[in-house]
């Protein structure tokens, strides 16, 4: 059972290019959370999805900032017309329990992120 | 103001040592992980907890839910500990988590 995938591992984009950054959840994980982590900072929270639903996108910016998570296929976070300050890594972590499951602990596994670098 | 607290933030000690990092938090949680991300940035899950206290080989974490403190021990510590501990805790509400902003170890031989 492969881990949580995150592709690309590394990328570059100029100043407006839009970024896409892919996660595909561990197998049978049906809840994909997306973190950002800024240089010299601590993990935040931005979005955490369901297949085909947002749940809870409290974390992300209201705009140039997006998230999917179709029913077939990987997690999408897109972030349009970069700016420098977007420089980051990406880590999404999958689970298969919902938080309102009702069990205690609900476990998150990581990807390995991915780092975004604007110029 | 961080709804989690680490100390310290960086951490230097001599190959064996006994090693203690700190993490208080300000609210309620069910849940609290501790978490390891190493040079190269890929972060592994190394205890979750809601009470008492877990084990697994050289490392032993702790939690008191009415102090709102966790601690994580490592014992013998070694060259390949050496990495950043992320504390981070799951509110009693909500769907998110409040991370730390770690305790950075280099363990030197």
């Known amino acids: 059972n492969a881990g949580v995938m995150q592709n690309p591992r590394h990328l570059v984009r100029r100043r407006g290019q839009e970024a896409r950054l892919r996660c595909s959840p561990m197998k049978g994980h049906s809840h994909v959370y997306w973190y950002r982590q800024l240089p010299e900072e601590g993990l935040k929270f931005m979005v955490y999805l369901q297949k085909e639903n947002i749940i809870d996108e409290s974390g992300m910016p209201k705009e140039r900032f997006s998230a999917e998570f179709p029913k077939e296929g990987p997690s999408i976070l897109r972030i349009q017309q970069v700016v420098r300050g977007d420089s980051a890594a990406y880590f999404c972590?999958?689970?298969?329990?919902?938080?309102?499951?009702?069990?205690?602990?609900?476990?998150?596994?990581f990807g390995p992120g991915t780092r975004l670098t604007v110029t | 103001k961080n709804e989690v607290e680490q100390s310290p933030q960086n951490l230097t000690a001599q190959e064996g040592e006994f090693i203690t990092i700190n993490c208080s938090y300000s609210v309620g949680i069910s849940a609290l992980h501790w978490l390891q991300q190493h040079p190269g940035g890929g972060i592994v899950s190394l205890f979750m907890l809601s009470s008492g206290k877990k084990k697994h080989g050289r490392l032993i974490a702790t939690i008191n839910i009415q102090e709102k403190h966790s601690s994580l021990h490592i014992t013998a510590s070694h060259p390949r500990d050496s990495a950043v501990y992320i504390c981070?805790?799951?509110?009693?509400?909500?769907?998110?988590?409040?991370f730390g902003t770690g305790t950075s170890l280099t363990v030197i031989p």
């Open positions: 981070a805790v799951r509110p009693n509400t909500g769907n998110q988590f409040y």
């Open positions: 972590a999958s689970s298969p329990f919902s938080p309102f499951s009702g069990r205690l602990l609900v476990e998150q596994y």
